[in-house]
């Protein structure tokens, strides 16, 4: 049996009736939402786990101080497979790793307000059937979206200049690729429904739709793994 300490500093109710818990990591008063306790290995959890649709609120006031939540937390929700649906709110630019990854939702409103999307914040999200990635977003970490197999379609915005290793890996269920037109680092020339780096022209993601134009120079790994 694990020993569980608090890694929080508060809790609170959101609007859609679940208690999160909050750590404060700044005198700005930004605000990083948590899983409720830790354990042996850094392995996160609840003692009742959030469920249905989950609204993540964009302020949390506590003890009459009002905090902007800016940052879901390294596996925040990972492993709560009851949890259908997410909305999170425009004050977030942080999604860390592993935040939803093993979740049960089939679908996420990521706003334009998102950086970042960490190491396996989405991975093996099994039920997710469809994911906007706004163009806010620079980084897709590593295993981002790994395992998603319920997706059906990507599309890169014109922000993203990274796209980790495996990111879309094991996603079964892909059936088309874009990228933004005005993507400086990468691109889907001539329709090729797969994911190319501009300066290598090496392939770094396709699918079971994608046909490899002439000009690709290489195949990237994993990039048709799963």
Request: glycine share 10%; net charge negative; proline share 4%.
């Amino acid at each position: 049996m694990k020993n569980h300490t608090n890694r929080y500093d508060f809790s609170a109710v959101s609007p859609s009736g679940h208690t999160l818990y909050y750590k404060i990591i700044d005198a700005e008063g930004n605000v990083e939402l948590v899983s409720e306790l830790n354990g042996d290995e850094n392995m996160y959890s609840y003692q009742t786990e959030p469920c249905g649709d989950l609204v993540i609120p964009s302020t949390v006031t506590h003890n009459g101080t009002t905090y902007q939540v800016a940052v879901i937390g390294y596996s925040a929700f990972e492993g709560c497979d009851k949890l259908t649906g997410v909305t999170i709110p425009r004050t977030v630019i942080t999604i860390l790793n592993g935040a939803f990854g093993f979740c049960g939702i089939e679908s996420v409103t990521i706003p334009d307000s998102v950086v970042v999307i960490g190491y396996g914040a989405f991975s093996f999200c099994s039920s997710l059937k469809s994911v906007v990635i706004p163009d806010s977003v620079a980084d897709i970490g590593d295993y981002a979206f790994c395992g998603c197999t319920g997706l059906v379609d990507i599309t890169i915005p014109h922000s993203v200049t990274y796209i980790g290793y495996s990111a879309f890996s094991c996603c079964s269920g892909i059936k088309s690729i874009s990228v933004s037109g005005n993507n400086p680092c990468y691109d889907s020339r001539d329709n090729c429904n797969a994911i190319i780096d501009k300066e290598t022209s090496i392939l770094i993601k396709g699918c079971d739709n994608t046909v490899i134009p002439h000009s690709v120079t290489g195949i990237a790994d994993s990039a048709f793994y799963g």
